[in-house]
């Protein structure tokens, strides 16, 4: 049985050695067969020469070294491809996902779990900005899709392989990792844990990022928004009908009245933003289509270190799509 933890890592080389140190005896306790796979997701610090160099201190270290920045969800479904462990377990390199919550998972995966969530007790390291909208975004989550994406869980999990390979099959450009996870189903289980705070380094999410992560998320998993508007545009011509009638009257018994400017004004202006809402709405959906549409590959890879023994060519590989790399390995 062997065991593979998958490391997205984006201008990340101040937590990588706290990292290894801290992640390494725990994963050799559990007695297990491991590698680490680390995704290098085009940094520009020193992360690539930092792993490079670790991984003579830690042979079971591996890297994919993609050739740009993707983005962490795309840095983990190129790190699920390379993978080859019978479980796998992607974590954070700030060591906000506690390496002390693996045995447990392990325990739990050998009793049949297929997936092990490690879901956060509180929030508590939150900002209250980022624990609100969080909040908010779960329960309309909870509200407008038809899967059960459980709130306060991350990316940290034990997936078994055939979870792997599930969630690799799903064909979609746009990656909401915890969406197409929730999709997928299987058997289970969950550890509670404390968030720390990061060891080293600072958060690439910044508030823009974490929004259209959103938006990816609720475009992906649901229509409701698309839908609405059926609903949005027969309430206002009610509305409209009922105004129609009241000014008609009100023409009839006393007489055409000129003023209504401000009245006017503001319909037309309510009018406008609506639609123009619903426009944006529609936006958001096709822009994906077109991404979806144009099926271009999810990550490239630029290179590969630590996989000589994997029958994977030279150490350098020349760049090539997730599902050649599929096929190779
Ligand atoms: N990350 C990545 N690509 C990105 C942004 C982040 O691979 O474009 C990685 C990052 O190196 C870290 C993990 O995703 O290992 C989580 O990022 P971070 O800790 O900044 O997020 P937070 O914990 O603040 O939500
Ligand atoms: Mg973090």
Partial sequence: MKLSIVVPCYNEEAALPVFLSAVTPIVQSTGLD????FVDDGSRDATVATIVGLSCLYPQVRLVELSRNFGKEAAMTAGFTYATGDAIIPMDCDLQDPPELIPDMIEKWKAGFKVVHAVRRSRHTDTWLKRTTAGAFYRMMEDI??????????DYRLMDRAVVN???????RNRFMKGIMAAAGFKAAQIEY???????????FNFWKLWNFALDGITGFSTVPLRVWTYIGAIVALFSFAYA????????VWGVVTPGFATL???ILFLGGIQL?????????????VAETKRRPLFLVG?????????VGPTVVPLETASAARGTL
């Avoid at 599930?166 to 979609?172: R, T």
């Fill in 34 to 37: 491991y590698e680490i796979v």
């Fill in 145 to 154: 899709t038809d899967v059960a994406i459980p709130s306060n869980c991350g």
């Fill in 166 to 172: 599930a969630i690799l099959s799903f064909p979609e």
């Fill in 194 to 204: 404390d968030r720390p705070e990061r060891a080293a380094g600072e958060t690439k």
């Fill in 245 to 252: 009638g009241w000014i008609i009257t009100k023409t009839m």
């Fill in 265 to 267: 004004t503001s319909v």
């Fill in 277 to 289: 809402i619903g426009i944006g709405v529609l936006g958001e959906y096709i822009g994906r289509i």
């Fill in 303 to 311: 290179a590969l270190h630590g996989f000589e023994d994997r029958n």
